[in-house]
């Protein structure tokens, strides 16, 4: 069994973890990713300064210091960025950068005078040592935590409307830059008191982590706050359990390398967004197009249409005649599709598996009665796109699809049957059993 | 001419008509050739099959409602963007090699204007390609760039931070820029765009300049009412090509229509102005 | 804190210890120069939190750090973390800071994990790593018939490459950072040239590690060329400037150490600060200060030209021209008012263009007149060349010209009087004073 230290340290890292995920949900959202790092960062010359003038490690003067210092160093990077041609990125990394060197100066300073409790003490903001957490932290944690989740709850609607929209949110009468403070206030919270635990440089991770996670599973942001607190509450307490087995190393090293296997993992493996499952739907769509590419070029070559089509008007509004059919060859496809031999080629050779197409001893290929019926249904769903995009060019943004097939799945029937009047009447129109009479 | 490659089955030829035209043609390569291409974001097509020949030198004009993928269509030529289908060919060849022999004028709202280059150096940039890897740009280089700018009316600026410049002083800047280049084919998107009337009969008559002398240029434009003015052939897109030839043929009220849907009540003038040409013709 | 006898300060560790800070600084500071322009701030910063795991792996393997295969594997980690940002940004749909965010925290936390679990008997602790041991340059070997710390052929070696690289490259980078559409446009991919830039970070980061620690090598990339970039519009200049920066960086931090006994590199960090904080200032264009002092001389300007305006008006519509003088208070809210208004009377008394007369009341000079009259036939030329040729009714005139007459010179005055044919009279009747000659 654990004991009651360990126990305690669990209970604050998975708290601090999961107030982390949550917040970090909207920073992350918010682009504000690197700010929380900066502040991180600038918060140590404020540990060591209070520490200075006290005399003495005191939990809770160092924090107030750190808030302090890193609250300034946020400041200055707004102004560096209003003032000056310095951009934001430049801005952070100067923030980031001067104070905790500053930082460092000051405590190794603190140590050369050898003052009481210095070394431990220090080091501890800079890659934090959760195992040395007290009871008397967690509470202050759990406070924390407790604080940024019943922000979240209450102010959910005006989080997310400032978040995705500042300027609408500011129209509509919110106090857009309140909410913005507060958020930012609530970071710098979950900063300070995370500090001790995994220290300055790791403390960013805490709250970028999770959300990067959680972003991959979901669309929605109610469940993405959910899945980050759940991420952020996993990476405390399976940091700290195999750091009280392997018990050199860092606990707050080892939580955010348990984050960055649950990112990874997210990043790779989720089923819409994760890498695996878009690049098989990417290859899938390659492979339609191509297919589809093939398909008309198919029926094109086999389908005489010029029979029909004399100059403006038809001879004969009727249904172009598929007889007589010609083999064709890879050659003339390639030609016509602008695609690879090899790739055509295998189109070719898949669809005569299926049945689709007959190979002749000279090589060509000659469409069955299924193939004709593929091949006319691929071109009639292109065609009816093509009108459509031609008829109503403005609405084409909002219904054009590249990997859908046929205009049937998205339009309305009647549209359709518009489209399929306009059609037929240029004779363009190509027959599809179950695709209704023609004339 | 430009035309689009096909559109509709082509009548029977005989034999040795189609030979005889396939071997003329085979001996002139088509200043561009834009074969079956087709972009997307995210499947969502932005430019759906267009197929686009150009020949001879020409000062062509694209034209199309907003995000119909005019930009979008010459970075697809230049290979700023990846294709999901198609291929492009310039003088015959395919653009990585065929760097030297164009000509680029972005638009201009993703410049830095922070960045410490006066005047000179950007137009100087136009000489890198030539240049090559490691050389600098040494007197016969800056000879040139300043000449250039001398022909955009900048020379006497040639020193200045370019945050400091005017917004048709900026414009006029790239474009001697492209000039620097000594391309054969331009392309330039929307060149015309927020500049002022001065500023815009510069830039005209550079584009007929360069066409003189037998240059080929390619401009993403904005304004309806300056086409029939400015372009001897216009390419119409609205994610697919809606029509592509001389602009007296081409740039009509029914391909209008069609390029810009039901919103050609907002481009009355244009319609009108048309309507009363139609008429007179 | 006591004051140091400087005069027992050893030379050549002073020397040696600015010079191997310098070396590493000025590396730094010049590719840095090309990462702010980018905006790429904190990829610098991620890449050398990145390299930490792999200088770690590499000691232990071959006990020493800035070795031939290690900085050849450094570059390699350099250029796969920008590589991996990109991708989780590109395709993985990750916000840019957040992508940056989780890629250098995991390698970092890595990197301190590997260093915990180290043999106890490895002389690598966290301290060295953020600070660099440049206290130790006591150890000095002979290289070329001179004594030099051990990291100095190194240190050289990396900037003798990167002044090679930044010189070879000078066109590539300057076009792939300005427009990198146009470079490829043009042959010259951007892609390769951003990977060479990081891959030199890379090597550079890893030479300076060593001596300097992790955290002042962000703020060697960064804060030198932020602060050059205030002082200078030209490239080369800023480059020249950022290893000027970075130099007095390196003495600064010797004597901050020597003074205040905190350890070199966090007081270089300060020190480039603090040099970073003048430029802020001081800087002679786009300085705060300058600013301000160039504000408060136009509108000096400008309040006093239109006190000299008002009187002459005042001349003029009483037709006197030795009238007793117009009361201070009318003259001064006429113009506008304000602290400057109060400033602006002496300096025209100063330059003998008004005098005060008894009754609180002021009164033109001829000179004052003529400057006057001047300025009238700017007001009344804009306002009749406004009139001519864009038929604005006459109520629209008189703001404009308030506003345009101050930045009319005599030369544009001529042309506008030329292209109006010499006027008499601007739009409101009012008569155009003669230009003088000029003596």
Redesign the interface.
Known sequence: MIDYNTAVVLAGTSLLGAGAGLIGTFAVLRGRALLGDALGHAALPGVCLAFLMLGRRSLAAMLVGAWLTGVLGILVVAGLRRATRIKEDAAIGIVLSVFFGGGLALSRFIQTQAMQGSQAGLDTYIIGRAAGMLQGDLFWISAAALAALLAVIALFKEFRLVTFDTGFARVQGWPAASLDLLLMGLVSLIVVIGLPAVGAVLVAALLILPAAAARFWTERLGTMLAVAGAFGLVMGAAGTAISATVSRAPTGALIVLVGTCLFGASALFAPRRGAAARWVDHVRFRRRLREQAVWRAVYEATVNEAAVYEGTAPRRPAAPPIEPLRPIDTDELVQRTSYKSAQVQRVLRQAERTGLLTRQFDGRYLPTTAGLDRAARVTRGYRLWERFMSEQPELTGSFARLDVESADEVLSSQVVAELEAGLRALGRLPTVPGKGPSL | MIGPSSTLPSQPKSAAETAATEKLLANVPAVLDVHNVTVAYHRKPVLWDIDLTLQGPSLVGIIGPNGAGKSTLVKAILGLVPLVSGRVTIFGRSCQKQRKLIGYVPQRESVDWDFPVNVLDVVLMGTYGSLGWFRRPRRPQREWALECLGRVGLADLAGRQIGQLSGGQQQRTFLARALAQRAEIYFMDEPMAGVDAATERVVFSLLRELRQQGKTVLVVHHDLRTVAEYFEQVVMLNMRLVAAGPTPTTFLRDNLAKTYGGRLGILDDAAEALAARERSV | MTWPDLSAMDPAQAFWTIAVGALSNASCAVLGCYL??R????L??AIS?AILPGIVLAFLLTGQTASGPMLLGAVGIGVLTAVVTQT?HV?????E??????VF??L???G??LI??APSNVDLD?DCV??GRLEEVLVREPWLGVEVPLKFPSLLAVLAATAAFVT?????L??A???P????????SAAVVHYLLMGMVAAATVAAFDAVGS??V??M???P??TA??L????G??VGWSVVVAIISAVLGYL?DIL????V??????G??LQ?LLA?LLAPR?G?VSKLWHRLTLSLRIVSEDLVAVLYRFEETTGETQTAGVPWNLCRRIAGGGLTAWLAAPLLWWRGEVRPVSGGRLRLTPRGRQSAQSLVRSHRLWEAFLGEHFQLPLDHLHESAERVEHFIGPKLQQRLASDLHQPGRDPHGKEIPVAKEPE
Request: glycine share 10%; net charge negative.
């Open positions: 702010v322009l905006r790429m701030s904190l610098g910063d939190h989780l395709s993985g749909n990750v916000p800071d957040a992508s940056m965010g989780v925290t995991s970092f936390a890595l301190v994990v915990a679990l966290l953020l600070m070879l490259f000078w066109k590539e300057k076009i950072s300005f427009d559409a146009l470079a490829t446009a043009m042959g010259i955290v002042l962000i703020a990339l960064i804060v060329a932020a970039h205030l200078t519009d030209r490239l200049w800023m901050g205040f006994d905190t350890g590199a966090g007081m270089m960090a300060v480039a600060g970073f802020v786009h705060l």
